[in-house]
């Protein structure tokens, strides 16, 4: 089997999160990806621990530096620097998520790259684009306060709360993946290159999606409802007797069901409830209505009978749980990665699942180098 991606050739001038969340997956389809790092530190991300696994690798840098190699390159030295630029030449994609204007600097912008190297696809990941905010950090949490998530994330009399995962970094990623695989595809036909530019606030805006529109298409600006959703009821976290149940209703069959369940059948059929509008209009009354009925049962029993009816509801998993979960339902959540001294690593499998070229695990994460034979 030849992956999707076999002979493609990536340099990965990226730290931290977005690009290298990229680049991995690129690798994971089969693309030959080094990785250019810092002398002595490499990746920041190397350093971010606890926690760590058996040989003291932070698990954060692990997560999206699978099938990679990497080489020690200082920028600043010229040597160095003309070693990186001789990479770039020939390379087929280069990511970078430096501050705008530092790669021109050395030399190895788009636009200095582009006339050796026509077919180049370069991607660069900023934090806020090119223009005024060129020099502001894009740290995800930022992201997060300045594109709007955080007031849409959290109980309405509590605190603005960030997502639990540096969720703006993995849509930069995944946009990222994405626009690199248009443009290959341009070049296949056209046998020309492009720079692709992403930044972080659009897609954290572009990954709003229904609150976003509900602002663009409707001028209303959505706030905090804690587990509740905005435009759809029962969407939420509900108490029964023994803690707390998912119900994620999405239409009027599924909640003329979970009345049929819960021994009430009548309040589908209430003028209060009897659509979803109607049901949205009356949140506060229907939930006190769920609520006195779940408390007869456990959130478990709750599950397996509402399963039966093709409701959807579920218990909060912590994550262990969750990875459990994907075990019994024959998702094979995780892969066993080998490393170099014959010993592996177990990571998150990728989701894609492709019939004819599925993502390979070659290697894992890779060690820092320490010496120039090494570089």
């Not at 999160?17 to 991300?45: H, I, N, W, Y």
């Not at 046998?191 to 990954?207: F, K, N, P, T, V």
Request: glycine share 8%; proline share 7%; aromatic share 6%.
């Amino acid at each position: 089997m030849v992956p999707a991606l076999a002979n493609l050739r990536v340099l990965d001038f990226s730290r931290i999160l977005a690009g290298p969340f990229a680049t991995m997956q690129l690798a994971d389809l089969g693309a030959t990806v080094t990785k250019v790092e810092r002398p002595g530190t490499g990746d920041d991300t190397r350093t971010w621990k606890p926690p760590h696994d058996d040989r003291g690798q932070a698990t954060y840098f692990q997560a999206v530096n699978r099938n990679k190699s990497t080489i020690v390159l200082d920028l600043s030295d010229p040597a160095d620097r003309a070693r990186a630029r001789e990479m770039a030449v020939t390379a087929d994609v280069v990511v970078e998520n430096f501050r705008p204007g530092l790669m021109a600097d050395f030399g190895l912008d788009y636009d200095q790259l582009q006339p050796e190297n026509p077919g180049l696809i370069y991607c660069s990941i900023t934090g806020f684009g090119r223009g005024p905010g060129a020099g502001l950090p894009g740290y995800d949490l930022l992201i997060q306060a300045l594109g709007g998530l955080m007031s849409v994330t959290g109980a309405p009399d509590a605190e603005p709360q960030k997502v639990g995962v540096a969720l703006v970094d993995v849509l930069a990623g995944l946009f990222a993946t994405t626009g690199i695989l248009a443009a290959l595809h341009h070049r296949t036909a056209t046998g020309e290159g492009q720079r692709l530019d992403i930044d972080l606030l659009s897609c954290l805006l572009a990954g709003l999606v229904n609150q976003a529109s509900a602002y663009t298409s409707a001028g209303v600006v959505p706030t905090r409802m804690g587990n509740q959703h905005p435009s759809i009821a029962p969407y939420e976290l509900l108490t029964c007797a023994d803690g707390e149940l998912v119900l994620a209703v999405g239409n009027d069959r599924q909640f003329s069901s979970l009345c049929e369940v819960l021994g009430e059948p009548e309040l589908a059929t209430s003028q209060r409830f009897s659509t979803n509008t109607s049901r949205v209009r009356n949140r506060v009354e229907l939930r006190a209505d769920l609520e006195r009925l779940l408390a007869a049962r456990t959130a478990a029993e709750w599950t397996d009978q509402l399963a039966e009816a093709r409701v959807p509801a579920g218990v909060v998993n912590d994550i262990a749980a969750a990875f459990a979960l994907a075990e019994k339902l024959g998702l094979q959540p995780t892969v066993e990665v080998p490393r170099a001294d014959g010993s592996t690593v177990s990571l998150c499998r990728s989701p894609l699942n492709l019939s004819v070229t599925p993502p390979v695990y070659r290697s894992a994460p890779p060690d820092l180098p320490t010496t120039t034979s090494e570089r």
